[in-house]
């Protein structure tokens, strides 16, 4: 049995991720369609800190919300004027991806709900069950060698975000 | 008898076409000339050894108890087929075969002398002599055959020696064309020679001909007595190996490559149009003359054939302006003379006396005619022109020509004493015994050939001198041309007079020669009147030819046009074969077969700028698709569940 | 019945934030904006990681792992991308995707 | 071998020629020597059915081995194909553009055709297959002439749809080849000795591999890549080409196809033998009316090969004699001719026989040189051609049944339609009056075009006049599929 205060954030937060969503790939003009997303992105923080993964949300709010959509709105604004509307789609296009969407959300909806497995436990319940993970312990995973840890790959995307700096200089940089 | 000198036979003119076609080139005229005559001189003298020693020796090798032998003198493998189809070259020694040595290495070695006077100023001379001796070497290999593939080898390969001689100034498109005639229709009729060949051997598994002649019987028993559309497949063997002589002998209806073939040096004409390779389809008659006798319908065909193209080439020779052209109708009505004294040979009629008189015939003819060709050859030597109207009155310009000329019209004509009329009585005797209807036909052949002989003789000799005469005086041809005349002139007078029968007939066995005054008197008569007729229209310059032309004109233009034949062999060749199917095929492989597999290529092509747009790179696309899969997925697996 | 936050709940925000942003992707023409949804998708699917290991594996911290992992990586990509699009407006004057036909210019 | 030598040699045509002509010498003399070899081990009596086996394991979980082996088949092969790459070699002396890169590619192709006359394993025979064919889109593609992307393109696709079949067939050769339970081989010796195919299956394969060879035989209708692509390509392409690469498909037709399921080429023979005798006729009427000088070729090619496959498809050991005779015939002869249009088009810049006439006049070595390549190809006895053709009529005659006379009889008559397009060729050509007056000014033959055209009539001429020893060489090597055929009976 859950608290009816986590139950109602549920709610408020659930709503507003649907919303924001929507609005995110609706709306026409992109500055807005961008604020859109960082409310998407903030409400899944809170998810995330709603399950018990602290450091999640801490990292989704930093990295996202402040570093992805910084780099959004800077891209936006350097390619078109703020407040310029983008064209209206075409009918049938539209029509396709109302289809497509509504149909596979359908599809998938009713899969869900007909997994026998995704009902039972309830989310305290969980979080009681499993211990609180701290962050001594995301450390030591992300910097060990043993099973379960994770230094491989943790070099990996380090790497991999020095490659990026440098491919994106390289690309972005007048000629 | 020792192979040396057989050889030697083949191997002097192979020697000497292959030094002067490759070293020719950087050869001075003289050098040829002198090489090309030396070596003929030496293979004359080989060639006369040869066949005197075979036919005066009376070795055992050669003759026993009088009867002439047949002797391979060498005989090695050339090519195996199977174990048994051996291809051998090889040397047979005969009667027939040491009198054709005769005839050609005289005619050959005449031809030569006269050519050092008649092409000595044309470009090429060279090349002509290396011609002139490969086709003396296909010759002689032709007629030492030992076995019929030998021959076939060098029955193409006079052909080609043929093709290249006629085509000799192949700048003109019309010696060129000429020569391509002859060698496809040859080679049409060669065809024909090689099926028979195949059918043949394939009942009868040997090339040899002494195999062959010698066991007739065998022959016909190993066909089983199988036939093929109504005929025997033995006849079928027959008639085609003889529709290959029936192409080079030019016979009806594979002629026409004859009369077109005077588009080369006339020397050319009188070596090999007249007297040697001509006479090939004779030879091969006469070589397989015993397995003929097993087949009569073979021999009915023969002789059918033999009539009807001597017939109709003296009626087209009469109504011809070119005189080499009537001499090519000439050389193929007496040809087929010879076809039709074979063709009613029989063993039980006069001990085959129609084999000896053909080779009689041939033996004369070949000189005689060979005078004609090389004096026409002086003739046009002198006004430059092949056509009688720009001749006439020519009798007191050259008179060696003349009298030479008028020597051998006598011989073809059959008048007594001259060697043509030997010949040609011992043909139409046999003739008359075969048969009193083709007796009369030859005879009236015989007739027309002498008429049109001396239309010939009087319209360039007689009639009325040319005006050009004034500008461009004719005179004799130098030495080297007269001598050859004179010789075949004096050699017409006498040859007559060899008893031929003791040298060669169809068994070896020797026959004497004798005169059937009924006969001799008949066509004497009748050689006779149409020379008579001849001078009464033609001695001087009248207008009774043109009368009769007008009398008659449908006939005269036709026979003038040679029956049309040529007509309908371009429309044959030109119309159905190469405009019908040849363009046809040709249309057909790129249209059809082409297009077909182009248009797999298109297909493919087209399927793939079809779904081309799949691959368009537009990610967006890319998305739809990919859901749309997820979704079939999902159905399937809905579908599955359920 | 009782209101439990059992995984469904969750589920289906993630559901309908990854359909819009397919939606999205599919129907945006400006490349920035089907970034933007292809950022909605990328979510989506990082919420089931952490929805997953939270509710089936809660001892372990896997999911987390990996989204965490995932942001990271989804950074990179998307300064890459974006430092594509820059150029690409620069040489061609605007981000719309049909305009972008050739590799080279 | 050669790759090696053109590889080091840098881009000077100088040292290039250097390479390529010793290469060509060395090749030349090493076949030469193999056949002395060869004749001089069999004269000793060795009677194994190949010599100077050898067999090295490739790539052991498919049993693939690089196995080489030859009969004196394949040795008279290597010959010609060494002859025919050194004419070639002096016949693109002056190749244009990248003469290093036209050389590389050249010896490719040839180390293709030498790996596949000598290899008894079926599996390297078709890389060596592939490996010959793969240059011929780059040397056409590249030096060629006319549309010659077209060609190349076209020559490529149906070649490679040619191999498609043909790997189905050895695939299927190779599983079925063994009896159960033994060991799967690419061998060919090896599935012939087991000889446990089943017939039903064999006809099936039998189908595949032949089409597969047979379309680079230029069989009838799957011939047209022949054409277009003989008429792209540079002088010794299709030299080579005409000369050597569709002789591999006559060759593989015996080899594997008659040769490893003899049940169903005594079954099935009679489909071919209806689509080859087309061919033989069928191209050399095409050949009447063509008015490219390489067209008339390549369809008289389409004639040839025909025959060659039409030979080898009567099933008995002259005919199939003879087939090979006229393998060796025809590859000599058309890649004279071949060279010879090379050389005529280089200085004419024109392939169309309407604008010629009167060669004869101006380079009378070229004139008779072709002159005497036409007569080769009309079976003129003296040289190769007769010898071939005569073999193979004789051997087909054996056969006494209406169906194979008829086709016989059908091939016979194609050696009159065969003068009848030479001569056309030779009397507008090389004959006649000079018919434009600007090619008076051409040159004749230089040096090296004259040892390219020498060296090739020598070998026609030697094999016109001598045939007896290649005949019984040849013959003696088909003892080993004769009694596979007979044994089926």
Redesign the interface.
């Known amino acids: 049995?859950?608290s009816?205060a986590?139950?109602i954030l549920?709610f408020i937060?659930?709503i507003a991720?649907?919303t924001f969503?929507?609005l995110?790939?609706?709306s026409r003009k992109?500055l807005r369609?961008?604020t859109y997303?960082l409310f998407?992105?903030l409400s899944?923080a809170v998810?995330?800190f709603q399950?018990?993964?602290q450091?999640?949300g801490a990292?989704?709010i930093a990295?996202?919300a402040g570093?992805?959509m910084v780099?959004?709105v800077?891209?936006?604004l350097?390619?078109?004027h703020p407040d310029e509307k983008?064209?209206l789609?075409t009918h049938h296009?539209?029509m396709?991806?109302?289809t497509?969407?509504?149909?596979?959300?359908v599809?998938?909806?009713f899969?869900?709900?007909n997994m026998p497995l995704?009902?039972?436990?309830?989310?305290?319940e969980?979080?009681k069950?499993?211990?609180e993970?701290t962050m001594a312990?995301?450390g030591t995973?992300?910097v060990g060698t043993e099973k379960?840890q994770?230094l491989l790959?943790?070099e990996a995307?380090s790497v991999?975000?020095l490659?990026?700096?440098i491919?994106?200089?390289v690309?972005?940089r007048?000629r | 008898m020792g192979i040396t000198l057989p050889i030697l036979i083949l191997a002097i003119p192979f020697t000497m076409f292959l030094v002067l076609g490759i070293g020719g080139v950087k050869m001075p005229r003289k050098v040829a000339g002198v090489i090309g005559i030396l070596a003929n001189a030496s293979l004359l003298a080989i060639c006369y050894t040869v066949a005197f020693r075979y036919f005066f020796s009376g070795d055992t090798q050669f003759i026993v108890d009088g009867v002439r032998q047949q002797l391979q003198v060498f005989d090695v493998t050339w090519l195996a087929f199977t174990e048994r189809l051996v291809v051998k070259i090889g040397f047979l020694l005969d009667p027939i075969c040491a009198m054709m040595l005769i005839v050609i290495s005289t005619i050959s070695f005449m031809v030569h002398l006269y050519s050092w006077g008649y092409m000595e100023h044309e470009p090429g001379f060279q090349r002509y002599y290396a011609f002139l001796a490969l086709f003396t070497f296909s010759m002689l290999g032709l007629v030492v055959a030992t076995n019929i593939f030998q021959m076939y080898i060098f029955w193409e390969l006079v052909g080609v020696s043929s093709f290249l001689l006629i085509g000799f100034f192949y700048k003109l498109p019309s010696a060129v064309s000429a020569s391509k005639k002859a060698f496809i229709v040859t080679r049409f009729a060669d065809l024909g020679m090689l099926l028979g060949i195949l059918v043949l051997t394939f009942y009868f598994p040997t090339f040899n001909f002494i195999d062959i002649t010698h066991n007739t019987g065998n022959v016909l028993a190993s066909t089983g007595g199988a036939t093929f559309l109504g005929a025997s497949v033995l006849t079928w063997a027959l008639v085609l190996i003889f529709t290959g002589g029936m192409g080079k002998s030019a016979m009806m209806p594979l002629h026409i490559w004859l009369p077109d073939a005077m588009e080369g040096p006339t020397p050319v004409s009188a070596l090999i149009h007249a007297a040697t390779m001509v006479v090939a389809g004779v030879y091969l008659v006469a070589r397989m003359f015993p397995l003929y006798l097993v087949e009569e319908a073979s021999m009915q065909f023969i002789t059918w054939v033999g009539a009807i193209t001597a017939f109709y080439a003296a009626v087209v020779a009469c109504c011809q302006i070119d005189i080499k052209r009537i001499l090519a109708f000439s050389t193929i009505s007496q040809i087929a003379f010879m076809m039709v004294s074979l063709g009613v040979a029989r063993p039980d009629i006069h001990e085959g006396l129609g084999y000896m008189a053909s080779m009689f015939h041939l033996f004369t003819h070949a000189m005689f005619k060979a005078l004609l060709f090389l004096g026409a050859g002086a003739l046009i030597h002198a006004v430059h022109s092949n056509n009688y109207t720009a001749m006439g009155g020519l009798r007191k310009y050259m008179p060696i020509t003349h009298w030479t000329f008028l020597i051998g019209c006598l011989a073809i004509a059959g008048i007594w004493p001259f060697s043509g009329f030997f010949s040609k009585d011992e043909m139409l005797s046999a003739m008359f015994s075969y048969s009193p209807f083709w007796g009369y036909w030859m005879t009236m052949v015989a007739g027309l050939t002498a008429f049109y002989m001396f239309r010939m003789y009087f319209l360039v000799f007689w009639w009325e001198e040319n005006p050009h005469y004034k500008e461009h005086k004719p005179h004799d041809a130098p030495w080297q041309m007269s001598v050859p005349l004179l010789i075949l002139a004096a050699v017409s007078c006498v040859a007559g007079f060899i008893p031929f029968g003791h040298f060669v007939t169809w068994n070896g066995e020797p026959y004497d020669i004798h005169i059937n005054a009924q006969v001799a008197a008949t066509s004497l008569t009748v050689a006779v009147i149409a020379i008579a007729f001849a001078g009464w229209l033609y001695l001087k310059k009248n207008d009774k030819p043109s009368l009769m032309r007008q009398a008659l004109p449908a006939l005269w233009t036709a026979a003038h046009r040679r029956f049309y034949w040529d007509e309908i062999y371009l429309f044959v060749t030109r119309k159905i074969i190469f405009g019908g199917i040849c363009k046809g095929i040709a249309w057909f492989d790129r249209h059809v077969i082409d297009a077909t597999m182009d248009a797999f290529a298109s297909m493919t092509q087209f399927v793939s700028v079809k779904i081309k747009g799949m691959q368009s790179g537009s990610v967006q696309t890319y998305v739809v698709w990919y859901f749309l899969g997820a979704l079939v997925l999902a159905a399937i697996t809905w579908i599955c569940i359920l | 019945m009782t209101m439990d936050l059992s995984m469904l709940w969750y589920l289906v925000p993630s559901v309908i934030m990854f359909t819009a942003g397919v939606f999205g992707f599919i129907t945006r023409r400006n490349m920035i904006a089907m970034l933007i949804s292809l950022e909605l998708i990328l979510n989506s699917a990082d919420l089931n990681f952490v929805i997953f290991n939270r509710f089936l594996f809660p001892g372990q911290m896997e999911g987390m792992i990996f989204t965490l992992f995932a942001i990271a990586i989804a950074a990179a990509e998307t300064a890459v991308a974006i430092a594509i699009i820059i150029n690409i407006y620069r040489s061609l004057g605007n981000t719309d995707i049909n305009s972008a036909k050739e590799m080279r210019h | 071998m050669m790759i090696g030598l053109a590889c080091c040699s840098n881009s000077n045509m100088k040292a290039i020629r250097g390479v390529m002509v010793a290469g060509s010498t060395v090749l030349l003399a090493m076949s030469i020597w193999l056949v002395v070899d060869f004749l001089g081990l069999r004269a000793a009596g060795d009677a194994s059915e190949m010599l100077y086996t050898g067999s090295w394991m490739w790539y052991a979980p498919l049993n693939i081995h690089l196995a080489v082996g030859v009969d004196g088949i394949s040795v008279l092969m290597l010959l010609l194909s060494s002859i025919i790459v050194f004419a070639g070699t002096f016949a693109s002396w002056k190749i244009d553009p990248l003469p290093k890169n036209f050389f590389l590619w050249f010896c490719l192709l040839s180390t293709g055709v030498f790996g596949f006359f000598i290899s008894i394993d079926m599996f390297t025979m078709f890389m060596f297959y592939e490996v010959a064919l793969i240059p011929m889109y780059l040397l056409i593609g590249v030096w060629g002439t006319g549309r010659k992307e077209y060609s190349a393109m076209k020559l490529t696709l149906m070649l490679m749809g040619g191999s498609a079949f043909l790997m189905l067939g050895l695939l299927g050769i190779y599983w079925h080849g063994t009896p159960e339970g033994g060991l799967h081989t690419w061998n060919i010796l090896e599935i012939s000795h087991n000889a446990s195919i089943d017939p039903s299956w064999q006809n099936l394969l039998f189908c595949f591999t032949f089409v597969g060879f047979g379309v680079l035989g230029a069989m009838f209708p799957f011939h047209t890549w022949s054409p277009d692509g003989h008429a792209c390509a540079p002088t010794a392409v299709s030299m080579l080409h005409a000369g050597v690469l569709m002789k591999l498909g006559g060759y593989g037709c015996f080899r594997i196809a008659i040769f490893l399921l003899p049940a169903a080429a005594q079954e099935l023979a009679w489909i071919f033998i209806i689509l080859t005798g087309i061919s033989v006729v069928y191209g050399a009427f095409s050949a009447c009316v063509q008015t490219d000088l390489k067209y008339i070729n390549a369809y008289s090619s389409v004639s040839h090969c025909g025959m060659v496959l039409f030979a080898i498809l009567m099933l008995n050991q002259t005919a199939m004699t003879g087939g090979i005779l006229q393998m060796l015939s025809h590859g000599l002869m058309t890649a004279l001719f071949f060279a010879l249009i090379g050389m005529i088009y280089g200085r004419t810049h024109t392939r169309d026989i309407r604008e010629m006439g009167g060669m004869m006049q101006i380079m009378p070595y070229l004139g008779v040189c072709y002159m005497i390549a036409g007569f080769a190809s009309l079976g003129l006895p003296g040289l190769s051609g007769f010898v071939a053709e005569m073999t193979i009529f004789f051997g087909s005659f054996e056969h006494s049944d209406f169906f194979h006379r008829f086709f016989v009889i059908a091939g016979t008559s194609s050696i009159v339609i065969t003068a009848v397009y030479i001569l056309r060729v030779v009397g507008k050509v090389i004959l006649g009056p000079v018919q434009n007056e600007h090619h008076r000014e051409l040159t004749d033959a230089s040096w090296w075009e004259r040892l390219a055209t020498v060296s090739l009539i020598v070998c026609l001429a030697g094999i016109g006049f001598f045939p007896n020893w290649l005949n019984e060489t040849i013959r003696a090597s088909f003892v080993p599929i004769i009694d596979a055929l007979n044994s089926v009976f």
């Open positions: 049995m859950d009816v986590n139950i549920y937060v659930a991720m649907v969503s929507v995110t790939v609706t992109i369609s961008a997303l998407v992105l899944t998810f995330y399950l018990g993964y450091f999640l990292v989704q990295v996202y570093g992805i780099l959004f800077f891209s936006i350097l390619t078109r983008t064209a789609l296009k539209r396709l991806g109302i497509l969407s509504v149909v596979s959300l599809v998938l909806l899969a869900l709900f995704l009902h039972g436990a309830s989310l305290t969980m979080i069950a499993g211990n993970i312990e995301i995973a992300l379960f994770y790959p943790f995307v991999l975000l490659a990026c700096i491919g994106g200089v690309v972005a007048k």
